[in-house]
């Protein structure tokens, strides 16, 4: 038992080491450099098939040094589709329908969440073929070549996602290049997106 603890904390602390370090390599971008990746990813994300044939889709609203999701969230905007964000509640994240992004508001821990009173996203109500015309799209601070991605820490993705099959499937994680790392330490209980997109 004992070696399993230590194993977990030298894990912990070297998730921490890439954390920083990769978190310092992303503040450091340009503005132009930061500017040309969200053009470049909201065009990978708009001509992603799994975007051409979804009908909700969950996202991130980036802030911060996060690469910019504001692009993505318009173009679904413009084919109709249902546009669904995060708000932290306790310990957990729960996605609520905006139609416009004038329904956010500056929450946990500054970041822009949906206004209260909206849509709630409820998988479990789902038909299985709604299920697989949703996708999901997600932060995270550092990913390696086998989709493996480190997170900012409070398991709030990796706890959404676990009873979540159909969705897990239909996960994209996007990130600038330089939060590629060779190998992001992790655990059997760590959530890997189906897909990793950087630019």
Known sequence: MDG????????????????????????ALSAGERKRAATLITDRIA??????????LLIFVSYGSEIETKGIIQEAFKVSKKVFVPRVEGKEIRFYRINRLDELREGYKGIPEPVHGLELFDYDSMSVDDRKKTL????????????????????FYDRFLA??????????AIGYRCQMTELVPHTEHDLRPDQVITV
């Open 4 to 27: 399993e603890i230590g194993f977990i904390d030298i894990k912990s602390s070297a998730k921490r080491e890439l954390r920083r370090r990769i978190l310092q390599k992303r503040e």
């Open 136 to 155: 999901l799209i997600m932060p995270g601070v550092a990913f390696d070549a086998e989709k493996n991605r480190l997170g900012y820490g409070k398991g």
């Open 47 to 56: 001509g992603h098939q799994w975007f051409y044939r979804c009908e909700n």
């Open 163 to 172: 009873d979540k099959e159909e969705l897990k499937l239909h996960s994209i």
